[in-house]
């Protein structure tokens, strides 16, 4: 009789302990945000590329104690809208993009934001965020973060990397973030469009992606760009923005070599 009652215990342990892992499949990481992880496939996730419908996910929402101040801006620095569509060549593609950078970085050398994060070239956006407590607060925007144009006009944007703020007790800071477009055939960000906080993305793809960088340096705040704008950083912005695209806008998903490019990224 004691046999058949341990026996008993050790079965429904174990299928306790099954139930959990089969349960926590979609947060063996810390980019799903414990939610329950999409199979779309590539130009099929909704609100991103071309798909008609609302972002899925999980509502995003900051930390308890920060709060945002007025709206959410493109930042009021940035230098122009720019679409990909818009350009007819490769080779004016490539002469466009190289006379934005050199207008940022002037623009970055004289910034007035008191945080530049994320990474990302065609969605840059201005956020006052508000510190009301009497304490000092250090929390992180997550990966898979989408920010949403509130026309439809612009691209939403995409945070394929988390990053850290610290503001100080009682103050309000601007955060210039920089994010992936989602949505290629629309146009980049404007100081005169407003954003909203939406969803961390349930997309099980972009999701893959961000995990594949999670340890990777691809963030503006890890390279000096204002130094050396031209290389770097803003070769890698250029290929990452091309895979998310692939993920966004095309039914063609990631290639081999553009998986061993990710691989091959350096390391933080």
């Known amino acids: 009789m004691k ?24 947060s063996n990481d810390d980019t799903s ?34 709060s945002q101040e007025g709206e959410i801006t493109g930042f009021s620095g940035y230098y122009g809208n720019f679409s990909k569509v818009n350009t007819e060549t490769q080779q004016g593609f490539k002469a466009s993009i190289s006379k934005k950078r050199a207008a940022l970085k002037a623009d970055l050398a004289n910034n007035t ?41 612009y691209q939403n944007g995409v945070l394929l990397k988390k990053v850290t703020i610290t503001i100080p007790a009682n103050s309000t800071k ?42 990777k340096k691809i963030n503006i705040e890890q390279y000096n760009v204002q130094e050396d704008y031209s290389s770097d950083y803003w070769d890698i912005v250029d290929e990452l923005q091309d895979i998310l695209w692939k993920l966004t806008d095309s039914s063609q998903g990631l290639s081999e070599s553009e998986l061993k490019y990710l691989e091959e990224l350096p390391n933080d």
């Open 3 to 26: 046999k058949r009652s341990i026996l008993t215990s050790l079965v429904l342990l174990c299928s306790i302990c099954f139930f959990q892992i089969s349960c926590s499949k979609d």
């Open 33 to 66: 945000y414990n939610q329950e992880l999409k199979d779309y496939t590539p130009g099929e996730i909704p609100g991103l590329g071309q798909k008609e419908g609302e972002l899925t996910g999980i509502k995003y929402t900051l930390p308890e104690g920060i």
């Open 113 to 153: 934001a008191d945080f530049t994060r994320g990474s990302g070239e065609y969605v840059r956006l201005a956020l006052n965020l508000k510190n009301s407590t009497s304490s000092e607060k250090r929390f992180e925007i997550p990966a898979g973060l989408i920010i949403k144009s509130r026309s439809g006009h």
């Open 174 to 215: 601007l955060l210039d973030l920089h994010m992936y477009c989602g949505n290629a055939s629309k146009s980049s960000s404007s100081s005169s469009e407003q954003y909203d906080f939406a969803v961390v993305t349930n997309s099980r793809i972009i999701h893959d992606l961000i995990n594949k960088l999670k340890n």
